[in-house]
């Protein structure tokens, strides 16, 4: 058998995720290889943190990438902050939460759900009431920004409420940061996970995590160990505190040191264009998706005030095969977008603008492609008028 190089297609990427990676960041993942002990890297490494904090708005000390995908970064804040028998209010409106409650049970603790409709924000009064009838809670965890969905939930006030029923907070922003605004410290969160690849537009396989002086206490003073070897908070810090947390960095895991400079990158390119211009354009880039999209006859099905700008779900028009617009786009277009999960499953199309996705270049393309395979389809979709709606907001 012979097997030569693998030559992927170029795609462009307008899913939940992964998002177009910058050709800055696949310059830097390019770059020579250093020793993951090597003093230029743990250089990187401090600077690496620094950018976080930024992207996060944060002070915490500890602020850094899991090696591994968003999953794990979730992964990370459960296996530390859940010790077996205690109660964890999840909050669960698509299917990260669910991942979440999940996450719980194989800690050994005991979930209580909130649930609320597919496509709506969390309740805050649901947690409230939840956190009433369970007063020996003394941890909450909900998705920011719920990638299944398109819905974005209100953090601030959810995680006023943990706190006022003495609950520290776990909180998913995996498809928020960098795309939403976001504040770590400002709202108190006590410990949160992010991923690489949506609005950072970064390469997938990193998850960024921040966590509180009041939560590291919380893993610090655990009565059992970190079921988890490789997640242990307490182990990894060894490593990622290096000389700033007092110690000598010390050998864990082998980082993954190219896709840390991409990371980098990624991060470097996010204080270049300022935190709140990208949330800014996000939002913007959303209107003109969604003037076209409506233009087109297609439907969002989140109400306006709970929508995330990165990620826009659309119902199927009744009669179209939702399976075949997607495999139609892909092979005529290279454009990629998403199918329904769970609950949405063949019902709507997730259409995301994440990180260097959300660009004026790609809603024109994505307009113009999903207009003409719609008509294809049988539908009377006006794609020119499409594209003028967009332009018209990508022009204020
Ligand atoms: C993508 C995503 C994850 C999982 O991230 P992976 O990098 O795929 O492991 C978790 N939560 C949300 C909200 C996501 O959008």
Not at 274 to 291: F, I, N, S
Not at 361 to 381: K, M, P, R
């Amino acid at each position: 058998m012979q097997i030569s190089s693998f030559q992927p297609p170029v795609r462009t990427f307008m899913g939940p995720g992964p998002a177009d990676v910058h050709p800055r960041v696949s310059a830097a993942l390019a770059r020579p290889t250093v020793g993951h002990l090597d003093p230029a890297f743990g250089a990187m490494m401090e600077e690496l943190k620094c950018l976080l904090r930024y992207a996060f708005r944060t002070d915490n000390p500890l602020t850094m990438p899991v090696s591994a995908p968003g999953s794990a970064g979730m992964e990370t804040c459960f296996v530390n902050l859940v010790e077996p028998g205690d109660k964890v209010v999840v909050c669960i409106n698509g299917v990260f939460g669910g991942r979440m409650r999940e996450n719980v049970r194989r800690c050994g603790g005991e979930a209580v759900v909130v649930e609320d409709e597919w496509g709506r924000a969390v309740d805050p009064q649901k947690l409230e009431d939840t956190l009433k009838a369970h007063a020996d809670a003394r941890l909450v965890a909900f998705v920011h920004a719920e990638t299944s969905t398109g819905a974005c939930s209100d953090v601030k006030t959810l995680t006023e409420i943990a706190h006022r029923h003495d609950c520290l907070t776990i909180v998913d922003a995996v498809t928020a940061l960098g795309g939403s605004p976001l504040e770590v410290d400002a709202w108190g969160i006590d410990a949160i996970y992010a991923g690489s690849q949506k609005c950072l537009s970064c390469t997938p396989g990193l998850a960024p995590i921040s966590v509180s002086e009041r939560a590291l206490t919380k893993v610090t003073g655990r009565s059992t160990p970190v079921q988890s070897w490789f997640l242990d908070l307490n182990l990894v810090l060894g490593y990622w505190q290096g000389p700033t947390g007092g110690g000598k960095r010390a050998y864990h895991h082998t980082a993954p040191v190219n896709a840390l400079y991409g990371l980098h990158e990624a991060l470097v390119m996010l204080t270049e264009e300022g935190l709140e211009a990208a949330w800014e354009r996000h939002y913007r880039h959303h209107l003109a998706l969604r003037a076209g999209l409506e233009t087109l006859g297609l439907e969002l099905v989140v109400p306006e005030a709970e929508r995330l700008p990165q990620l826009n779900v659309v119902a199927v028009p009744g009669g179209v095969d939702e399976a075949a617009v997607r495999s139609r786009l892909l092979s005529t277009y290279g454009l990629e977008i998403g199918a329904g999960l769970g609950t949405f499953a063949g019902k709507v199309w997730r259409i995301g603008l994440m990180g260097y996705s959300s660009r004026a270049e790609n809603i024109l393309l994505c307009l113009a492609a999903l207009g003409s395979v719609l008509n294809d389809a049988g539908q009377q979709a006006d794609t020119g008028a499409a594209l003028t709606a967009a332009q018209a907001m990508l022009s204020q």
